[in-house]
């Protein structure tokens, strides 16, 4: 019996089966849930992709459109999934970032607002309001689990994402102290880089990618998303009653030294 055994799932961000999302999803069915899976902006990709996952093409998770952004959306969010026969959730996965390429690539200081307002919008305000619109199925209690990357320091490239990031990290420490009377947990999965369409996406990042495994103590494989997918997996479980608030750092140890040094490995 898996850690999920019998838990319902709502999994955001599935997009390929190189999405941190689709392996978040596919640990999930492994440990015993069942999950959904949400969409956008190309609903067909997710739904082709759901195939891939353990329950194969004979029983494909529903696929529902979802633009975070989109209040109609998310206000039909619960008369969709009744659609598909779920009247609860135990848990729903934040996988969900986005800005605009004016807002990356080292150009912090010439991003408008009106990009900027995008990608806090998108990647950390959606995080309060993805959780209030799964809320009413979250009847006793639940885990809300979202993905993040250490917002602790400026990192080069990465810019106002890293700004909606911090926003991100806030907004679950929030969500974790109003939503904790009703027995729902908020936590976060900070990952180091991972080899998604998302990183791509991001001008310079393979930077970061090759500094990663020679400074982090464990070392880090940036095609693996094991790792972050089993914590994902651990958090939505019973096995973290009393956690809430927390951000818990896959990413090899990272966050926890300095940079690379020539004195590493002596005495």
């Not at 019996?1 to 190189?18: S, Y």
């Not at 082709?48 to 459109?65: F, Q, S």
């Not at 996406?201 to 880090?220: D, R, Y």
């Not at 693996?224 to 089993?230: I, K, L, S, Y």
């Amino acid at each position: 019996m898996g850690i999920l055994e019998g838990k319902r799932i709502l999994v955001t961000g599935v997009l390929t089966d190189a999405s941190i999302g689709f392996h978040v999803a596919r640990v999930i069915q492994e440990q015993g849930g069942e999950v959904v899976l949400t969409a956008y902006p190309r609903p067909t990709l997710t739904a082709r992709t759901a195939k891939r996952l353990p329950t194969g093409r004979d029983n494909p998770p529903p696929v529902i459109e979802l633009d975070v952004m989109n209040t109609g959306h998310l206000d039909a969010l619960a008369g969709n999934l009744a659609e598909h026969g779920w009247d609860r959730l135990d848990g729903v996965v934040h996988a969900i970032g986005f800005a605009p390429q004016t807002a990356l690539g080292g150009n912090f200081l010439n991003t408008p607002w009106e990009d900027v307002a995008i990608a806090m919008h998108a990647s950390a305000y959606s995080l309060k309001s993805l959780t209030m619109a799964c809320l009413p199925l979250l009847g006793e209690g639940g885990s809300v689990v979202g993905l993040d990357f250490d917002a602790t320091k400026a990192w080069p490239v990465y810019d106002w994402m890293g700004v909606a990031k911090a926003g991100l990290e806030s907004c679950a420490r929030y969500l974790a102290k109003y939503l904790g009377p009703k027995n729902i947990r908020v936590n976060l999965v900070a990952a180091g880089p991972l080899a998604t369409m998302a990183a791509k996406s991001i001008p310079g990042f393979e930077g970061m990618t090759e500094l990663w495994p020679q400074v982090a103590p464990l070392g880090w494989d940036v095609k693996d998303t094991e790792p972050t997918a089993r914590a994902v997996a651990a958090l939505l479980s019973d096995w973290f009653p009393a956690t809430t608030g927390e951000i818990v750092h896959v990413d090899g140890g990272m966050h926890a030294v300095g940079g690379p040094s020539e004195d590493v490995g002596q005495a």
